[in-house]
């Protein structure tokens, strides 16, 4: 049985910086595509950042320059590095996994491409 599990989230003050994880079980990871995705109250579900088998990444504009995505291969963990948090950045955040590996990154950020989906840990950034 797959399973992700997000861990990490919270609150924290403009400015400052915050590291998910996403502990991914029931198939090798390394071999998929994964990204993070956000959803906050009354808005779509948007695509952040993503990481392709080949280990390319992409990211949604509103983060360039702030969030980094990395893998470890090795233990099946997904990571999402926040740094120089915004207030907008707050939403609820999810892992997913287990789209083809071979697609390139920028259609990663789209979530028809995935198979499986984490529940999703609170990111609350205030001013």
């Known amino acids: 049985q797959v399973q992700l599990v997000e861990s990490g989230g919270g609150s924290v003050q403009a400015g400052g910086s915050l590291r998910l994880s996403c502990a991914a079980s029931g198939y090798h990871s390394s071999n998929y595509g994964m990204g993070w995705f956000r959803q906050a109250p009354g808005k779509e579900r948007e695509g952040v950042v993503s990481i392709n088998s080949g280990g390319t990444t992409a990211s949604a504009d509103s983060v360039k320059g702030r969030f980094t995505i990395s893998k470890d291969n090795a233990n099946n963990i997904l990571y999402l590095q926040m740094n120089s948090l915004k207030p907008e950045d707050t939403a609820t955040y999810y892992c997913?996994?287990?789209?083809?590996?071979?697609?390139?990154?920028?259609?990663?950020?789209?979530?028809?491409?995935?198979?499986?989906w984490g529940q999703g840990t609170q990111v609350t950034v205030s001013t």
């Open positions: 997913a996994g287990g789209a083809n590996g071979v697609l390139a990154a920028w259609l990663l950020l789209q979530s028809i491409w995935y198979a499986y």
